[in-house]
């Protein structure tokens, strides 16, 4: 069974502090790896898919990397309107369901 | 840019009754899928559907769900006898590959 764990649940930073959140994974066979972003009472908003190690993306303040074990969301001098939940989910094998994390609680204070 | 909608955005309804969410998926895709969010907890995926028909569904996804794809252009979810615990937040997504696009939700609410 996949399993999709993310870390920290809730990470408050100030403008501008750069940090990074983490989602480990178990699957057998990884298709894909994805981040979304979800605000409150919204549904999950796509960012990044990344498909094999080594892989990076990027998007304004934000990066995403994986290994074969792991991926971050390196967000650089983040601003008070990136607070939200970001969701990390996988695809593995033949199957089409996403296995989702728990999220990270993004607040970015002014 | 091409976007899932979704309606109603909000369904207040009584136990026991049927309820009917209804999507439109992004014009060019062929996947389809519905998942759910209890409140507080993670996205749980319900069913993927493909070529008019269910190709994987979850435990969640029982006898009291169904789907279907009545047009062109969109797919609804019906819950025949809704229960306390089907009340969540239902999103449905759809792909024409790995990616998969969600739409904004129906927060269904069981009295």
């Known amino acids: 069974e996949d399993q999709v764990t993310q870390s920290p649940e809730a990470l408050r930073l100030q403008e501008g502090e750069s940090s990074s959140l983490n989602c480990s994974y178990t699957?057998?066979?990884?298709?894909?790896l994805f981040w979304y972003r979800q605000d409150p009472g919204k549904g999950p908003e796509f960012l990044f898919t990344?498909?094999?190690a080594g892989e990076e993306k990027e998007k304004e303040r934000l990066k995403a990397t994986l290994t074969k074990k792991e991926s971050f969301l390196h967000i650089t001098a983040p601003k008070p309107e990136d607070s939200a939940t970001y969701l990390c989910?996988?695809?593995?094998?033949?199957?089409?369901?996403?296995?989702f994390g728990s999220g990270t609680q993004l607040t970015v204070l002014p | 840019e091409p976007e899932v909608t979704q309606t109603p955005s909000h369904q207040v309804t009584q136990m026991g009754q049927e309820v009917i969410l209804r999507c439109v998926p992004i014009?060019?895709?062929?996947?389809f899928y519905w998942y759910r969010q209890i409140l507080g907890q993670k996205v749980e995926f319900l069913v993927s559907?493909?070529?008019?028909?269910?190709?994987?569904k979850s435990e969640i996804f029982d006898d009291q769900f169904s789907v279907e794809r009545p047009d062109g252009s969109n797919f609804t979810l019906k819950i025949r006898s809704t229960k306390l615990e089907d009340s969540a937040m239902y999103f449905c997504?759809?792909?024409?590959?790995?990616?998969?696009?969600f739409g904004p939700g129906t927060r269904l609410l069981v009295l």
């Open positions: 997504a759809s792909s024409d590959s790995e990616t998969q696009y």
């Open positions: 699957v057998s066979g990884l298709r894909g």
């Open positions: 990344l498909y094999s």
């Open positions: 989910a996988v695809l593995s094998g033949s199957a089409r369901q996403l296995t």
């Open positions: 014009s060019n895709h062929l996947y």
């Open positions: 559907f493909y070529n008019n028909e269910i190709s994987e």
